[in-house]
T-cell receptor, first 111, second 114 residues
Framework: SQKIEQNSEALNIQEGKTATLTCNYT??????LQWYRQDPGRGPVFLLL?????KEKRKERLKVTFDTTLKQSLFHITASQPADSATYLC??????????FGAGTRLFVKA | EAGVAQSPRYKIIEKRQSVAFWCNPI?????LYWYQQILGQGPKLLIQ????????DSQLPKDRFSAERLKGVDSTLKIQPAKLEDSAVYLC????????????FGPGTRLTVT
């Protein structure tokens, strides 16, 4: 069956370091992949979308890579700040906008 | 630009009662989604509308859940009768009909079934 795996353990890093979050998937061939941020008690906020024919995409301090051979996406936050502390969700999409979300990884950035 | 609006924000009901949630998407967004998010899990798609029509409702428990989208704009999601396992946050999201856009979520409705 289709499966999306994100690290269930929280990621703790020091302010200023680069945070790297992983999204692995199986039995699925997504046309694109999205990353969202979710704060407690709020809805997810869209951050980035990367297509299957793109290797890398950047937005300000964010960078996403997409390796369809490894079936993996990496999400990087450079120069991390305490305000980046949140849960980060990856979501896989296929034609017709059907989207499947992972369970998310909690990131804690310590000052 | 106004975001996705949802109401109510919180609802507590007893099992076997009915409940309805309302969503107003971002103006001009053709696609509307309803998700269920259980604590510690990612959002699970319940139903997806494209304008007035249903694109995907494969994970909607149709014996108790129903949804409609009025005139391709607002939407309501109803649960009747509710079960304890329906306790979750119900999220509404919308997106334009373009693949290079993500989904824009509302704040959600937290439902507690006792």
């Amino acid at each position: 069956s289709q499966k999306i795996e994100q690290n269930s353990e929280a990621l703790n890093i020091q302010e200023g370091k680069t945070a790297t979050l992983t999204c692995n998937y199986t039995n699925y061939s997504p046309a694109y992949l999205q990353w969202y941020r979710q704060d407690p008690g709020r809805g997810p906020v869209f951050l980035l979308l990367i297509r299957e024919n793109e290797k890398e995409k950047r937005k300000e301090r964010l960078k996403v890579t997409f390796d369809t051979t490894l079936k993996q996406s990496l999400f990087h936050i450079t120069a991390s700040q305490p305000a980046d502390s949140a849960t980060y969700l990856c979501a896989l999409g296929a034609g017709g906008f059907k989207t499947i979300f992972g369970a998310g990884t909690r990131l804690f950035v310590k000052a | 630009e106004a975001g996705v609006a949802q109401s109510p924000r919180y609802k507590i009901i007893e099992k076997r009662q009915s409940v309805a949630f309302w969503c107003n998407p971002i103006s001009g967004h053709a696609t509307l989604y309803w998700y269920q998010q259980i604590l510690g899990q990612g959002p699970k798609l319940l139903i997806q509308f494209q304008n007035n029509g249903v694109v995907d409702d494969s994970q909607l428990p149709k014996d108790r859940f129903s949804a409609e989208r009025l005139k391709g704009v607002d939407s309501t999601l109803k649960i009747q009768p509710a079960k304890l396992e329906d306790s979750a946050v119900y999220l509404c999201a919308s997106s334009p009909f373009r693949e290079n856009w993500g989904q824009y979520f509302g704040p959600g409705t937290r439902l507690t079934v006792t």
